[in-house]
């Protein structure tokens, strides 16, 4: 199984590349069943992954001007706190084993994996619905600030929570409610998620036993992902190709559910 976790890790930088979000929320999925990989550890590992792979693709954005760092800031700021505080305190809080009803035991793990499948199946329809018309329009710029900060600390819970990045939810946040065009929501995105992470990864990474060979491996792997979906987002429009992941992300989350509450 490992083979197909190097091959997905490889898609999970394309998607952020080309989407700006989307790929991160493979990864937890990749290191649990092709990997083996304890829930708890995955979401650490995630972060690094991710936030590494973000962090590289944002250069290339940076370079051409497609980044806006008042944006990067009023959404990443909300989102920092609200990780340092998941990570360090929310998460120790859930304990290993949540309840048990007759023959079925919820623990830390499948609540883990749950909130994960609940949280792709809402990606999914946020990839695959069409643009409609926009419910902000009569609120006020100060108003939409506010609101995107509200979204950032959502993000960062997310991130602190589930190891994910939270680009499918800041990519429509920063094209529906600010208004930012969608090359330059792509590369803020990729900005906060690398900043997000990767703070999240290191102000919690002394709680877990890393391997650092294993850990880099993917992350490397994922780095070229996520190089060759910024060259492709120069040739490729990513709102094509979004529902289509959408629906893939769909398919993972229902899957998630099966395999862990039926079987």
Do not use: H
């Not at 926009?134 to 190891?163: F, H």
């Amino acid at each position: 199984m490992e083979i197909f976790g190097y091959i997905a890790s490889v898609f999970i930088g394309i998607s952020l590349g080309l989407l700006g979000g989307g790929g991160s929320i493979l990864t937890v999925p990749v290191l649990v069943y092709l990997f083996g990989i304890d829930v708890f550890l995955a979401t650490e590992y995630s972060l690094f992954i991710v936030g590494i792979s973000s962090l590289v693709g944002s250069f290339s954005y940076f370079k051409n001007g497609l980044v806006n760092i008042r944006t990067a800031l009023v959404f990443g700021i909300p989102s920092v706190i609200s990780i340092f505080l998941t990570r360090n305190f929310l998460l120790p809080l859930i304990p290993d084993q949540v309840f048990a009803v007759g023959g079925f035991l919820l623990t830390k793990n499948l609540l883990l994996l749950l909130i994960f499948a609940a949280l792709m199946i809402i990606a999914s329809y946020k990839m695959i619905q069409k643009k409609g018309d926009s419910n902000e329009k009569n609120i006020t710029s100060k108003n939409k600030t506010v609101l995107a900060a509200g979204q950032g600390s959502a993000v960062g819970i997310i991130t602190g929570l589930l190891g994910a990045g939270g680009g499918f939810l800041i990519i429509p946040a920063l094209v529906n409610l600010l208004k930012t065009p969608m090359k330059v929501a792509i590369g803020t995105s990729l900005v906060i998620v690398s900043f997000n992470s990767l703070i999240g990864f290191f102000s919690s990474m002394n709680s877990v036993d890393i391997n650092w060979n294993f850990l880099g491996t993917i992350s490397a792997i994922s780095i070229i992902g996520i190089l060759i979906g910024t060259e492709l987002s120069k040739k490729i429009d990513g709102k094509k190709l979004k529902p289509v992941f959408g629906y893939f992300i769909l398919i993972m989350g229902i899957y998630i559910i099966i395999k862990e509450v039926l079987f």
